[in-house]
Structure formats: C-alpha cells, structure tokens
C-alpha cells in the first residue's frame, strides 16, 4: 500500500516528493512523514523480509531437500503474477483505455508522462508476444519493464532469492564465526554484482539469528527499534531531519546511502516486530493477514490501473469539481478497486501456488528418485564387475 500510495503522489502531486520527482521545491523531503509511502523504502523493506523468510524453512527443518524445493519453484511462482500484469497492460494499451498523456499536461509529472519512466522517448507499440514475453522472461533477464514499471523488482528478487537459500545451506551446522564471517564477506561482495542484494544477506542473518538464538526482547526495546527503523524509513535526501547524510552514487545510478539506510530501517523494523511476543500478536490480527494476503497482486496490478482508472476519473472529476476535490474523488474508487483486484487475483495467485507446489514436489521427487536409481545401478553394476573379475 505504500508503493500504491506513493506513485499515486508522483503522479498526481508530484511536487510534494520534490527533487525526487524533479521539481524545484523539496515538498515533503526531509520530514519522517514522507516514511507512511516512501515507496523505494518499501521495496527494501520487502527484500529483507524475503531473505528472511525463505531460509527460515531450511534452517527449520535442516533438510536440504527443503531449499532446494523453494530455489527450483521460485522463478515459476513469481511469473504467474508478473505475465497477468503484463496483459494487463498490454490489453488496456491495444483499448486505448490509459489516460496518463493527457493527466501528466494537468499534473506536471514527468513521470506519468512516461510511464512511470519506461517508455522515455514516448513512443510503444505493444504486442501480445512481448507481453508474455516480458512477464515471464524479460523481467528476470534483463529488468525489462516496459509493459509495467513495478517488474524493475522481479530480477532482484529472484537473485536475490538464490543467494539467500545459497547462504542458508552455507551456514547450516557451520560454527558462529565461519558464519559470521560469510554474511561479513557477502555483505561487501554483494554491491559489486548489486547492490539490491545487500537486503537479501541482511535478512538472511536476521533469519540467521533467529533460528539460532531467538530474538526476545522487552516491549520497550521493540518499540525503541521500531521507532527507529521508521525514522530512517522516511529517508530519501539529505535534508530537513536528514541532512548530513552523504549522498552516495555510482556510474549506473545506484544510492548506497538509500538502500543501506532502508535495510537497516528495515532490519529494525523487523527486528521490533518479531522480538516481543506481544507485538507480534498484533501482526496476526484479520486486517494484517488480509493485507498479506493481497499485498503481491496489488503490488503487480495497481501501476496499471494507476494510469488508466485514476487518471481517467481524475479528468472526469476535475474540470467541475476541481484539482484537489476531484483528485479526492478519483483516489478513493481508485483505491477501492484496487482493493477488489487484488482479492480477486490473491485467489488466482493462491491456486498457481497451489499448482506450482505440487508440480515441484512431483519433479523433486522424480529427481530424487532417478539420483537414486543411477547410484543403485552403479553400485549393481560394480558388485557385479567384482564377481566378474573375480
């Protein structure tokens, strides 16, 4: 809901995100409000939890057969999604249906005015072909996201996916410090494939810690560490409550000082939420595992319906209600429905879960068993060489 609500802001009020969204004022930068939709916060937040949570299972139950189960599913479980946001897409641009052009001359908001950045030059012509093409492949290749913006994250999460099972097996009943020393070594290895992997080892070693030590902490502390890590999710500049933090940029256009100040938000954050038993009731409250469960369609479906629905409402609602009356107008049915979209399509993600686990375990399982058939031959056929020679 954070993405959701802040490419609804860039689009719609971009000047409120400032020099992010290239306007001249700094808008909201600098105030730890910006933290309720820091969007790219999000996706650290969510690539942390995601090392987290995959090797949880292994080091659970210490069966390899466990990870290597979740790493061979993984790609199939992620391109369901991804290729019905993709025709999506592709369906509302062969209909005429997106309104974003017009809605970025109101706004003043490059970025809607690109689609979300992806088609720069304002020119695309869309094809059944490359729909599928880029939801099932292209995004995981090649990050490409030209049918929809939000795929950018498919490719880290796949990799990143990998490395977090790799590290789960390499720490397995290994001593503290050689474990240590592997996240240590990983941690500064990772910016100089990607720096997106950075939030994979960390979560890695929280799930790490976990499994191994548990995390009690008192209600305080937990508080103390959310706290934190929700002051730091608000970081996007070095201004306001923020300034004095450097700036750090490469060639290719990475911000270390965003992504390390968004792990470690992230890993506070987590870290407050599992802590303390009482916090942690609160997570398994109906709202929060509604939530949960239709947070990944609405992730993959809302840019779509961004720049058709809401910005199609908000120039129906404008011209006689006004900017901010309309854009009220506009945002709430756009909310609404992508509440409903993502209901409708948790359950489609659900059933390709379903069927992505079971195709999995078959192949696993018939794997396993011709491993096993060869060694028994080998063995057979060596006993039967030894009675030969003999």
């Known amino acids: 809901m954070m993405v959701v609500a802040w490419h609804f802001v860039w689009a719609f009020m971009p000047w409120e995100l400032g020099s992010v969204a290239g306007q001249p004022s700094h808008g909201l930068l600098g105030n730890p409000v910006i933290a309720s939709i820091d969007g790219p916060a999000a996706v650290a937040l969510f690539f942390v939890l995601s090392g987290f949570v995959l090797p949880l299972g ?3 139950s210490g069966r390899t057969r466990t990870a290597a189960q979740a790493a061979a599913k993984r790609w199939l479980r992620l391109a369901g ?3 019905v946001a993709t025709l999506l897409s592709y369906a509302l641009f062969r209909t005429g249906l997106f309104h974003y052009h017009q809605a970025a001359q109101i706004t003043g908001s490059q970025w809607l005015g690109s689609y979300g950045g992806a088609h720069p030059n304002g020119t695309f012509n869309p094809s059944l072909g490359g729909a599928i093409q880029e939801g099932l492949v292209g995004a ?3 990050n490409a996201d030209v049918y929809n913006p939000v795929l950018w994250t498919m490719r880290h999460e796949l990799f990143g996916s990998f490395l977090s099972l790799g590290l789960a ?24 494939v990607n720096p997106w992997l950075i939030p994979f080892v960390v979560g890695t070693g929280l799930a790490y810690l976990f499994w ?13 560490c959310i706290a934190a890590g929700i002051y730091l999710f608000g970081y996007l500049q070095p201004t306001g409550a923020y300034a004095g933090i450097p700036v750090v940029q490469d060639g290719a256009g990475f911000r270390y000082d965003r992504i390390l100040l968004h792990t470690l938000s992230a890993l506070l954050i987590i870290l407050g939420l599992i802590g303390n ?4 009731r609160v997570l398994t409250a109906r709202p929060f595992l509604m939530l949960a469960r239709i947070s990944f369609p609405i992730y993959l479906l809302h840019f779509p319906l961004l720049c058709s629905v809401a910005c199609g ?10 900017y901010s009356a309309g854009l009220a107008l506009a945002a709430v049915i756009y909310a609404s429905l992508v509440f409903v979209v993502g209901h409708l399509f948790a359950r489609v993600d659900e059933w390709w879960a379903v069927s992505v686990n079971r195709l999995t ?3 696993t399982t018939w794997l396993i068993g011709l491993v096993r058939g060869i060694q028994h031959f080998m063995v057979h056929r060596g006993n039967e060489d030894q009675r030969v020679n003999g």
């Open 58 to 60: 292994f080091f659970r």
């Open 81 to 83: 999604l991804s290729v």
């Open 140 to 142: 995981f290749v090649n």
């Open 169 to 192: 097996l390499m720490l397995w009943n290994a001593r503290t410090s050689v474990c240590i020393a592997v996240l240590m070594a990983c941690a500064v290895l990772a910016p100089l």
């Open 212 to 224: 191994t030590h548990g995390t009690q902490m008192r209600w305080g502390t937990a508080a103390i």
């Open 277 to 280: 038993d009482r916090v942690s």
């Open 313 to 322: 409402l908000f120039l129906l609602f404008k011209p006689g209600a006004g």
């Open 361 to 363: 375990s078959l192949v």
